[in-house]
């Protein structure tokens, strides 16, 4: 198909069936709306799009900075939709704990403000709150923002009223399915999507989702937050059930490993969600039924997430020279030289020293002569062999001695006959009043 | 009344102890009138050992500074003084107070705005300045020159962090120096170098937020670098207080109460509130706005534990965790936490006057021998169940009494104003208190005790006295300002036995 315009290509998502012998209802048809599939690669597209159109123009041509508080795809999309149309963008948040989104985002040319936490000490004067700051910065004199307001905007619903909803319709032959399952974030793709299904079925059953409180699953809020969001009509849903971060995994699991569907987190909720909603429901029924879940975005975004919670679904690296390796003998037996004597050793035996600190903390003060090789580097170089001949002695320094002595075994394994830790390190140089230089 | 909303306080081994002993609280009430503070000057010491597990977990050198602000009692003051701990001050009045209890001035430093006393006491004795601003540094060294004192040691006190790529937005703080305008003041620091001595840098942000405070870390880092280039040789980083403590024993009735609080700001549910109170929330057309104005009770991560989690948080920019960075710098790190060394340290007890059932609900009104100043959780936006201790007579009874049924009351205290309340939301209790009963509300040592309290309506204000346990386990107490960290051990007892 050919486009003039990347926004052109927003909507029109497939509808994919998940096969029976994965999801495991006898009655229930189950379907994915793959959102993901969308060009800048999530559900928000099509809100950030129907947001924005109207006003592009005008912002164009006053240099307007588009602003919204998005901690994620939103973001993403009107990042994407500001470059478009040469404009800058900038979010601001206080929910932005993904590094990689957080780096996506910087990389797509957006700027980033994150709103301080809470107060430790209650100061009950303070009118501070996150959300007055920023709506104050919105009325700054001199400031030009286009504001697109996701928590409040009618027209992020509406996006879903004219596409998703009807899509849905569409591709179902006409009629709107027995139940629709969705997370809630800004309560935009749920309730536009409601809406028209309810005109075709006012029977229908939405299933709302929220991340289980004191629990986090990026994108979407928990029972308390949604308490916030202008878009939010209790009314919408039949039920308002919670996810556990744990859970939302195993279902994003269950769609990327079995069924081909890169989902991230919340794609992963709204599916583990719609099975657990499901399932006794199923054990009832004696006709067909049909059931929508929306899968909102892709799963790269979230590895630090999921390794954070899941580590050992990254598997364990088998490595020959590291730390890790080493028994506690090794360590032992490594040889260690304390302050005095490595003085007169420098001096007699001209060492190569080798000191592990950070490029900034050597820069800053350093024992003379000795070379910088920041320890996370130096893991890295002594995985493939010896960096160092033999035949010169090397003495290695820490802040303490207690990496040192490590990479001193390590060298040692690794056959070099004198390499020597300096005990205490350079904190216990200092203390002894040996010399340090900064060059 | 529907399903009680239970807040039940943390309590660790020593305050769960004291609280059982009802009989002891009794007397001491009975003996002593309430309202009256009750302190365990050896959990302080616990405290601090906690703080010095999480130096040594990251090898860092330093001292820890318990802000005195949070509690006047000198019983902890003394007991801390004992244990090779430091304090911060932030008058002349604490700065006498430390050095009465036994603080060495090595062991002193102060904090906040000072006058020409203060400034004079501090210098003279030769305690630790945090100066806020090149004004306050002139002043220190005029005064230094002036009256021919010694040489005195400071940390500039800095505020205004900014980060590169993602821009960390910090809260605005009144105090210290604005890190961009930093060298303007170094230049003095030099120009002053006879009589003042810079041995660091460091911040006091009022924010939960670690991530601020790494970007505050990494830029005290980036001042020190500073400093050696202009040749000094700085070697402290003081990143204040703020580490918190978790008043509640469960996430979950905290979870609970704040989502029922909210729908009763939303009217969804019957009030939890005096009047519609909202604590910072309320309705706007049917959605919650405002901010919730409370400590988060609950936290995961609190005191020694969020100072660990705080040392293993990667630089901003730097990356390298930030532990590895002061160490690899050769820093120590000083840090002042007040709330969380006075964690478990401490009750307020008050007696029950009377008990009714308002005109037009199911609720009850208590009033309690105290005013809301003398127990001032509720304006440190601390929300936590009391206990109830039943009078002797009962007491037998009632851990028994089955047919005891949960009740909602409000708390209100003995003055005549209508604002005396001691709880602005309704308290559910396992039982309905009776006249007599005291009231513990426990933890409030750290700032919710003796904070703000004053003689209203000419009531005296609470007394205060230290209790501890002897080798057999039977409560022994003594006057607050009676108590020195050797009357625990028994040998003043002993003493007067002979
Ligand atoms: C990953 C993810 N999932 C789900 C949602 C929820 O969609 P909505 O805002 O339409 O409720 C969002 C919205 O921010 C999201 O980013
Ligand atoms: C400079 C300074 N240090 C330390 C503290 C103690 O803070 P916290 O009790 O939260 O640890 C305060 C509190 O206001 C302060 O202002």
């Not at chain 1, 602003?67 to 929910?95: P, Q």
């Not at chain 1, 919670?309 to 590291?322: C, Y």
């Not at chain 2, 305008?181 to 620091?189: E, I, P």
């Not at chain 2, 109460?257 to 706007?284: C, D, M, Q």
Request: glycine residues 10%; negative net charge.
């Amino acid at each position: 198909m050919r486009y003039d315009s990347i926004t052109d290509a927003i909507g029109n998502t497939p509808l994919l069936r998940i096969a029976p012998a994965v999801h495991g209802l006898r009655n229930i048809d189950l379907y994915a709306k793959l959102e993901l599939l969308n060009p800048f690669g999530s559900v928000k597209d099509r809100a950030a799009w129907n947001m924005t159109r109207p006003d592009l123009a005008e912002a164009a041509e006053r240099g307007s900075q588009i602003v919204e508080l998005s901690s994620g795809n939103t973001a993403k999309a009107l990042a994407l939709i500001a470059g478009l149309h040469g404009l800058g963008f900038k979010s601001v948040t206080n929910r932005m704990r993904v590094p990689e989104i957080k780096e996506l985002l910087l990389l797509l040319g957006a700027q980033i403000e994150e709103l301080p936490g809470q107060t430790e000490c209650l100061d009950p004067t303070n009118a501070d709150d996150p959300l007055t700051q920023f709506h104050r910065m919105l009325s700054e004199p001199g400031s030009d923002y286009l504001h697109t307001d996701q928590y409040y905007n009618e027209r992020n619903a509406d996006a879903h009223a004219t596409g998703t909803g009807p899509e849905i319709v569409r591709d179902l032959g006409g009629r709107a399915p027995d139940w629709f399952i969705a997370c809630i974030g800004t309560a935009g793709s749920s309730s536009g999507v409601a809406r028209v299904l309810r005109a075709h079925n006012p029977d229908v059953e939405v299933v709302g989702l929220v991340a289980q409180k004191s629990d986090f699953i990026p994108g979407i809020r928990n029972i308390d937050e949604i308490q916030e969001v202008g878009l939010f009509d209790p009314l919408v849903y039949r039920t308002i059930d919670a996810v556990t971060s744990d859970e939302a995994i195993d279902g994003m699991l269950a769609l990327v490993r079995r069924s081909g569907v890169l989902s991230g987190p919340t794609g992963g909720a709204a599916y583990f969600g719609a099975l657990r909603y499901l399932r006794p429901v199923d054990a009832q029924l004696t006709q067909r039924r049909t059931a929508v879940f929306i899968v909102c975005d892709r799963i790269e975004s979230y590895l630090s997430y999921i390794r954070k919670r899941r580590p050992e679904l990254f598997g364990g690296k088998a490595e020959r020279n590291t730390v890790a390796t080493l028994s506690d003998e090794e360590v032992g037996a490594a040889t260690t030289i304390d302050i005095e004597t490595a003085q007169q050793w420098i001096a007699q035996e001209n060492p190569l020293i080798v000191d592990l600190r950070s490029p900034f903390a050597y820069a800053a003060l350093h024992i003379e002569g000795s070379v910088n090789i920041v320890d996370e580097l130096f893991e890295e170089l002594v995985r493939g062999g010896l960096p160092f001949s033999k035949r010169r002695p090397v003495l290695l320094a820490c802040p303490v001695g207690e990496k040192s002595v490590k990479y001193a075994a390590v060298l040692t394994r690794l056959g070099h006959p004198d390499v020597r830790s300096l005990s205490g390190g350079i904190v216990a140089w200092r203390d002894a009043g040996a010399e340090l230089v900064r060059e | 009344m529907g399903h009680p909303l239970y807040l039940q306080p943390r309590q660790e081994s020593q305050l769960a102890a004291l609280t059982e002993a009802n009989g002891f609280l009794h007397m001491l009430a009975d003996g002593l009138g309430t309202p009256l503070n009750v302190l365990l000057p050896e959990q302080i010491a616990e405290n601090l050992d906690r703080f010095r597990a999480a130096y040594q977990k990251h090898h860092l050198g330093g001292e820890i500074f318990f802000a005195h602000k949070a509690s006047r009692s000198s019983a902890l003051v003394r007991q801390l003084a004992a244990t090779g701990g430091c304090i911060d001050v932030a008058s002349v009045e604490e700065l006498q107070h430390a050095l009465s209890c036994g603080f060495a001035p090595a062991r002193i430093s102060t904090t906040g705005p000072k006058d020409p006393a203060f400034l004079w006491l501090g210098a003279r004795a030769g305690v630790t300045f945090h100066v806020d601003g090149r004004a306050e540094l002139e002043a220190l060294a005029a005064l230094v020159r002036t009256y021919d004192l010694p040489r005195v040691r400071v940390l500039l006190r800095l505020s205004g962090f900014s980060s590169t790529g993602v821009r960390t937005l910090l809260r605005r703080s009144r105090f210290g120096t604005s890190f961009v305008s930093v060298g303007v003041l170094l230049d003095t620091v030099e120009c002053v170098a006879d009589v003042v001595e810079l041995i660091g840098v460091g911040y006091h942000l009022d924010t939960v937020s670690v991530a601020e405070k790494a970007v505050a870390l990494e830029g005290c880092i980036n001042v020190m670098d500073e400093c050696r280039s202009r040749g000094m040789r700085p070697q402290v980083i003081d990143i204040g207080g703020g580490f918190g403590v978790s008043y509640l024993a469960e996430a979950e009735q905290w979870d609970t109460y704040v989502t029922e609080l909210t729908s009763a700001v939303l009217g969804a549910r019957s009030p939890l509130t005096w009047r519609g109170h909202g604590y910072g929330l309320r309705s706007e057309s049917g959605k919650a706005a405002g901010s919730l104005g409370l400590y988060p009770a609950y936290r995961k991560v609190a005191g020694a534990e969020y100072l660990d989690e705080l040392l293993g948080t990667p630089a901003p920019s730097l990356g390298r965790p930030l532990a590895t960075l002061l160490l690899e710098n050769l820093y120590d790190l000083y840090t002042e936490p007040g709330r969380a060394l006075a964690d478990q340290c401490g009750l307020t007890l008050a007696k029950v006057l009377e008990v009714r059932r308002a005109a037009d609900g199911d609720e009850w009104f208590v009033r309690l021998d105290m005013n809301a100043a003398d127990c001032s959780l509720e304006d440190h936006g601390v929300l936590m169940d009391p206990l109830i201790l039943p009078s002797g007579d009962q007491c037998s009874s009632l851990s028994e009494d089955s047919s005891a049924e949960p009740v909602g009351v409000y708390l209100f205290g003995n003055l005549c104003l209508e604002s005396d309340l001691i709880t602005k939301r309704l308290v559910f209790l396992p039982r309905l208190p009776a006249p007599g009963d005291l009231v513990c509300f426990v933890n409030t040592a750290g700032y919710c005790m003796d904070f703000s309290a004053h003689q209203a309506q000419q009531r005296p204000e609470a007394r205060k006295v230290a209790v501890w346990q002897d080798r057999d386990g039977s409560w022994r107490w003594s006057l607050d300002e009676r108590y020195w960290p050797i009357t625990s051990s028994g040998i003043l007892w002993e003493g007067a036995a002979v």
